[in-house]
Structure formats: structure tokens, C-alpha cells
């Protein structure tokens, strides 16, 4: 089965430029998850989708920071316009949730974004 | 406010030689505390989910516990292949997800 991909990689941008982070999730997860991780840090929550909705944003930076999961799958998150201090690792997970239970998050490898 | 706190950050060990992680926690109606291994430049990777105090789990050379206010992640006779950074997360009843800063642990062999 295949795991979370996440696209690209690797993204270097000079600041003010946008810039955006694809994500598949495994096949059949409602639940999709996007983390920032800065080095020595661990993961912290942007965005939480359940199937469409996105039901916790509380910690996405709106005034920049935008995402969307289109017909439940996929997902986008882009950064317009990037700041020095964006530079970091984009992490997508995806999780299958059940009401009143708590799946486990397989996470991608990660987008490491340079801001110059 | 949900916290995690993780201790130590770094911990160097001889081969052969066991230790444990910790992993302290405040939240608001704890669903379930989740351990993951991260290695350089990967995403984090899937060790173990605990629900109830009390709860034990066991994989190879690692046994997690958990009580009340923390939980461990004991390893047992280290090898090198289980340097990595150990992360621990906590997901509440309202479906928000934690994540400590992590243990980085060295295995010289």
C-alpha cells in the first residue's frame, strides 16, 4: 500500500515569492493533517481536514497561509507571500477516523522549504 | 492549554546499554498518546498508540508505558540502527493532535 506522498521535496524561494506543497494521503483516510517542523522542534498543527472540511485552522497563519482539499483527497497548502522565517519542514499525515476514537497519523517525508 | 514536554532532549548510550524517555503531559481528556521515530531528512514513523493508564506496549527492543502524567519509552540493549529522534504526541478528545520536541538518541557501538 502506498504511503503519504508529498511534492516537492525540496523548494527554495526568495521571500515574497508564493509557494505551494502537494499532498496524497493514503487511500481511503478521511482525516488529513498539515504540521510545520522547524529544526529541533517537533511537528506543530497548521490545519486538520476531516473528509472536505477543514474542522481545525486555528493555527494557520490566514493572513498567508491558505489550503484546500478538494473532493476529500488531495490536498494544497500555499504560502503567498513567503517570509525568512517560513523556512521549514511541511508535513502531511492522513489518518482514517472513526466518531469517538483516535487513529494513528501516517505522515509523508516532508517538503523542506528554504525562504532566501 | 495542551503541553508536552519530552526529557532529556539529547541522550547518548553505548551499545548494549538501556535507557528510557520521557514523556510528560497536560491536556484536557487525553484520547490517546502516540510514540514516533523520526530520522534525518523523514518523516516521523509509527511506533506505538497507548489509551489508559496503565497500558503497556512492546516492540522489539522498545516498551512504552503509560500513566496519568507521563509515559516512557524504555529500549532495551541498544543498537546503533535505533539512533533516531523519539518523538511523543498526545491527541485530546477534541481531536487536537501535540507534539513534545522530541529525544535524540545517539547508539555508539
Known amino acids: 500500500e502506498a504511503g503519504v506522498v508529498q511534492s516537492p521535496r525540496y523548494k527554495i524561494i526568495e521571500k515574497k515569492q508564493p509557494v505551494a506543497f502537494w499532498c496524497n494521503p493514503i487511500?481511503?483516510?478521511?482525516?488529513l493533517y498539515w504540521y510545520r517542523q522547524n529544526l529541533g522542534q517537533g511537528p506543530e498543527l497548521l490545519i486538520r481536514?476531516?473528509?472536505?472540511?477543514?474542522?481545525?485552522d486555528s493555527q494557520l497563519p490566514k493572513d498567508r497561509f491558505s489550503a484546500e482539499r478538494l473532493k476529500g483527497v488531495d490536498s494544497t497548502l500555499k504560502i503567498q507571500p513567503a517570509e525568512l522565517g517560513d523556512s521549514a519542514v511541511y508535513l502531511c499525515?492522513?489518518?482514517?477516523?472513526?466518531?469517538?476514537?483516535?487513529?494513528?497519523?501516517?505522515f509523508g517525508p516532508g517538503t523542506r522549504l528554504t525562504v532566501l | 492549554e495542551d503541553q508536552v514536554t519530552q526529557s532529556p532532549e539529547a541522550l547518548r548510550l553505548q551499545e548494549g546499554e538501556s535507557s528510557s524517555l520521557n514523556c510528560s503531559y497536560t491536556?484536557?481528556?487525553?484520547?490517546?498518546l502516540f510514540w514516533y521515530r523520526q530520522d534525518p531528512g523523514k518523516g516521523p514513523e509509527f511506533l506505538f498508540t497507548?489509551?489508559?493508564a496503565g497500558e503497556e506496549k512492546e516492540k522489539e527492543r522498545l516498551k512504552a508505558t503509560l500513566t496519568k502524567k507521563e509515559s516512557f519509552l524504555h529500549i532495551t540493549a541498544p543498537k546503533p540502527e535505533d539512533s533516531a529522534t523519539y518523538l511523543c504526541?498526545?491527541?485530546?478528545?477534541?481531536?487536537?493532535?501535540?507534539f513534545g520536541d522530541g529525544t535524540t538518541l545517539t547508539v555508539k557501538p
Open positions: 499525515a492522513s489518518s482514517l477516523d472513526r466518531p469517538g476514537t483516535t487513529d494513528t497519523q501516517y
Open positions: 487511500s481511503g483516510h478521511n482525516t
Open positions: 481536514y476531516e473528509n472536505e472540511e477543514a474542522v481545525d
Open positions: 491536556v484536557s481528556g487525553l484520547r490517546g
Open positions: 497507548l489509551y489508559s
Open positions: 504526541a498526545v491527541n485530546t478528545n477534541a481531536g487536537k493532535s501535540t
